[in-house]
């Protein structure tokens, strides 16, 4: 699981290089599917995984910054690594008897769920690449090669 992490990470920060290579207008404009813009898709990406990882799974407090007060691209990288900066250790220190631990996450319509620690990290890791995707397919749309998302060939398993 490390490992995809990791690969996330990696394909993360080659996205915030990517967004240094298009105009703010570009990153801001309105696109059909999920959240519909480029920076604020990189923002949540990262908010998701602060909030499942060490708000949900650590139980600390969090307090996240609406997306308007980090809505320049270099904020919300200097959000991204703060936000890693946190949890990071924790993916870095892992155990498999974390495993089926249980966390409970209130919904939106302030129901209680439980989710079990393995299930809300897959999530996470699933989350992001789901995201990735989308600013993809936008990168193709504004007619500008997007980051590759091959895993192979990142050095995550030297060989």
Known sequence: MLKLFEYNWQVRRDWFDWCETVSEEELMKKRTGGLGRILPTLYHIVAVEYGWIVGGIQERTVNLPPFEEVASLAEVKAFSDRCHGELAPFIYDWKDSLEDRVMIDITDEGEREAHTYGEVLRHVIAHEIH???????????????PVTANLIGRGLFPG
């Open 131 to 145: 995201h990735i995707g989308q600013l993809s397919v936008w990168s193709r749309e504004i007619g500008k090669k």
